[in-house]
């Protein structure tokens, strides 16, 4: 109870904040003001709150990292010796790990426009009305369904003689139906849109959280001295949704690249390996094709892609932040 | 003072706001087209399915097509399991990472930006390559098809992504409200329980929304980590309906997915409230 | 407030993990024991729905075996199936009988030394005419037996029996015949030949079948990378394929097999080229065999062509780490045992590989006796007739095929340079 008061008092003291300054570091770079000096009890404090989460995520996930790392040099012989970098030279071979790059790169570029920019609309544009609310369901929920359920759905949608085919013959626009399953990069498109149908949810709730943290006033005062929606929008609530937009871009990011299940259950990442992404060639190099060498090469290269992406986009905006 | 704003009648029916009420309903529409055949083919009968998706139900077959995939699939011990695995696992990863979180960004701790790639790497990771490993792990260690075994696996995966949201919520708020708890004499731990955990509230009430759709949706681990009734996930089940040998007709799977849905999406409706921003002006 | 829904949340899961945790610990207690006589033996596979058959079939063994059963534990996906298996052979976890796939596929995993030699358990059945000896080679590595058969499924074309009686059609004795009622079943407005893609292995069905039916012999040289994918013979089944593309003899490939069933019963399908062990899921849509529907088995292209049919099974091995691999082997040798197997296969929906069992199922019964009599050469399905990674890759090429059926030449090119290397690393590899 006590915490609620305070909770309540700290966010009074946060609407006297200037917006800009509220917004932070994303990821820890800037400086921080040491409080008090260094000392082992405040060691000992952080050491508690810090290391339950950092020894899961180390023995469950970096340590089973380390050894993919450690596979992808040896070679994939029936009795695996070391083979250097040669698995990573196998996948310079291979013309179809290109397309499966570009095929990454394209979800990338797609889940970053997509769920972001539909999940940032959603959330700020039905803040205000009674109906908002069912309006924001309709996109949230999609989000509570599993995944082989949106895959059999999507397929629905997209096969030849599927729903957007039939909607767009209604619609007297036969010439524009395709074989969206069969086509590349149709193919992809087709699958980024069922993946924004069902992502689009994660944004929403996250940019309502961020909202939350704009103090109301800030809003008002603006909109009382005449300035329009998409003034108050733009230099008013975009910046401080900044925090905010480092994880939804970050999350959407990762999720893009690691994205499988849709593309699995939908096409298998054909025809003739068309449709493919890095995450599927691994799974195919590894599982299919017996080769864990070259699939854990495969899944490093991710691994360094996604990395470098985060890396690259959370410094910069903590530096533009500062 | 909030009143004289909240009066809306007063401000003139622009262009821009027949725009954006026009484009969230057209939003809302466009999705629930997939829903709504979601939901009509789910009610179709098996007798009248031909292979093509349907607009309108024909029909009300979906109770018998609910039966026919209880009779298929074992779905009882499955959702007991796996609402352990998600209240579980997602509350666990949920506290731990909030802890993460307070360590990184509000307490003075050395290299927190360390910290932060050390963690938040963990949802960067694709997840397949752990799968072998894991196993062999889990076999080593006896955890091999035990509940506890996979609830682990769950709670570690489920940790960085909360922290990541915990911890930029709380990069949010001023450090002079930090500093004013510890002049007053807060030990670490009071500051984190009274002060900082009520304000994360939002976020992690939708860190907690997200890893328990995440986990009660996982499959992969699911099945690669266990084979046993005691410990299988809902997933799984609803995976033996649809494998590839599967004789069960596709209205039969989806009517057991939507029911597979429930718990999650009742989810969303209780949490509904949480996220109705204090901002009642028009954007 | 909304602190206290989340406790409530939590208070409820707890309380739930809990029971499950309960339920848990009363289960071990029975499992736990171990120590006695083996009364059940652990059989992994990656189909949930054997379940209930497999419970069947367990009564039967337990008569013969003086008491050991099976207990049936699944993995609903193939992939992670094969993934867990391979994980999980050579250590102490692994199951006592493991399902797996013949050909090829069994060399791979026999080659790695992790498979108990049942060659005596296979001459016995043998000898006791309960095994169809033209099979052996499919479950034989380097002169050693690896597995049993699970059934043996001839791959025959389904039809839908009241659009070919309402067009006065019947399942077509030459390839002739066989065009003649794709022409009509197109002006009918069906789709004539389902051929499909997007399930990843199915692209492989039409090109087996038109080359087989065009050279049994070739596509045994073919498979086993005697013969060049380049050579005049392959470039003729594309040619054949082709043609039926162009005529519209054939889908749309982005139907999933799952859906045929309900294709073929709206007569929006005619024929669906698969193996018998469709046949169950074709009753599960609700269709009669024999009334709704039947099968025929492919005509020759090349009537001077020997006949064959393309045959697959599934196996049954025994890991050498089996944890109770004496058991295992006992009910190994009652498996092939025509009680067990006519239990087995009537669940099942297919046919057995003990020759004496005979289907009540009219389709399969006819099917059955149509292969015995033609006495046809039994070739092995194309997925386990040549190393996995060479298979895998060629199903991609032929769903190139068959969107640019006009690029036959280069995607055979692929295909033979695939096979090249696929090969060369095979048998560096041992094979």
Known sequence: MGGLAEGRRVSSTVSTQPPV???????????????????????????????????????????????????????????????????????????????????????????????????????????????????????????????????VIWGYMLRSDGAVNQMLANLGLESWAHDWLLEDPLNTFGMIMANTWQATGVAVILFLVGLQTIPPETVEAAAIDGADGWVRFRHIVLPQLRPVTYVVVGISLANALRTFDVIWVMTQGGPARTSETLALSMYRESFLLQRPGVGSAIAVVLTLIVLASSWLYLRGQGKAAR | MKGAVMKKGKQPRSVGRVARDVTVIGMALLWLVPTWLLVVNALTSVETYTGSPRWVPDGFGFFDNLVAAWDAGDFGQATANSLGYAFVCAAAAVLVAAGAAFAVAVMPVRRPALWFWLIYTGTLLPLQVFV?????????????????????????????????????????????????????????????????????????????????????NELLFGISLTFSPTARPIMAALADLSSGYSRVPPPVVLAAALAVSVPTVALFFAFQRLFVSSMRTNI | MVIGSMKRLLVGGVAVTLAVGLAACGGGGDSGGGAQSVSEVTLYSDNPQWKDGFEKVSVDLKKLTGGTGITPLSIPSTSSYEQVIRSSITTPKTADIVKWWQGYRLQDLARTGS????????????????????????????????????????????????????????????????????????GAGAAPLWTGQTDGWTSFIP?????????????????????????????????????????????????????????????????????????????????????????????????????????????????????????????????????????????????????????????????????????????????????????EGNVQDLGKFMLKPEEADSVLADMQKRAETEWAAWRKAGG
């Open chain 1, 21 to 151: 300054s509220v917004a932070g570091s994303a990821a820890g770079a800037a400086p921080r003001r040491r409080t008090r000096p260094g000392g082992p009890r405040r060691n000992l404090a952080a050491a508690a709150f810090l290391l339950p989460a950092a020894a899961l995520v180390a023995v469950v996930l970096l340590v089973p990292f380390g050894a993919t790392v450690y596979r992808s040099l040896l070679t994939d012989d029936l009795q695996p010796v070391f083979g250097g970098l040669s698995a990573y030279a196998k996948l310079l071979d291979d013309p179809a790990l290109s397309l499966s790059l570009l095929n990454t790169l394209l979800w990338m570029a797609g889940t970053l426009l997509l769920p972001v920019g539909f999940g940032l609309a959603v959330a700020v544009m039905t803040n205000a009305q009674k109906w908002g609310r069912i309006a924001r369901l309709a996109v949230v929920l999609p989000y509570a369904i599993s995944g082989s359920a949106v895959a």
């Open chain 2, 132 to 216: 072998r490993p894991l196993f062999s792990a889990s076999a080593e260690l006896d955890l091999y098809d035990s509940w506890t075994g996979l609830a682990i696996v769950y709670t570690a995966i489920c940790v960085p992504f909360a922290f990541f949201v915990i911890r930029n919520y709380l990069a949010t708020v001023p450090r002079e409200i930090t500093e004013a708890a510890l002049l007053d004499g807060a030990s670490w731990w009071r500051v984190f329980y009274s002060v900082h955990l009520p304000l994360a509230k939002p976020a992690m009430a939708a860190a907690f929304i997200f890893q328990f759709v995440w986990v009660w």
């Open chain 3, 115 to 186: 498979l108990t030699d049942l060659t005596e358990v296979w001459d016995e059945a043998e000898k006791k005419g309960w095994v169809n000896p033209g099979l052996k080679d499919q479950f034989t590595y380097k002169g050693k037996v690896y597995g049993l058969p699970l059934s043996q499924s001839n791959w025959v074309v389904y039809y839908n029996k009241k659009l070919f009686a309402q067009l006065g059609l019947t399942p077509p004795k030459t390839w002739d015949e066989f065009l003649a009622a794709c022409e009509k079943l197109k």
């Open chain 3, 207 to 391: 090109f087996e079948e038109f080359l087989s039916k065009s050279d049994p012999q070739f596509y045994q040289d073919v498979t086993s990378g005697k013969a060049s994918y380049t050579d005049e013979k392959a470039k003729k089944a594309l040619a054949v394929w082709k043609e039926m593309i162009d005529k519209g003899y054939t889908s749309k490939t982005d139907i999933k097999f799952l859906d045929t069933p309900a294709q073929l019963k709206a007569g929006k399908l005619a024929m669906i080229p698969l193996g018998t062990w469709f046949n169950g899921t074709l009753s599960g849509a609700g269709l009669k065999p024999g009334e709704d529907y039947g099968a025929f088995l492919w005509p020759s292209i090349n009537p001077s062509a020997p006949k064959s049919v393309i045959v697959e099974s599934g196996v049954f091995a025994i890991p050498s780490a089996a944890p109770h691999k004496d058991a295992a082997i006992k009910v190994m040798k009652s498996w092939m045992d025509p009680a067990v197997q006519a239990t087995w296969t009537e669940f099942l929906g297919d046919t057995s590989a003990n020759p004496t069992v005979i289907s009540k199922d009219p389709v399969l019964a006819e099917i059955a006796a149509e292969v015995k009599a033609m006495n046809p050469t039994l070739l092995t399905r194309y997925w386990e007739a040549s190393p996995p990674a060479l298979v």
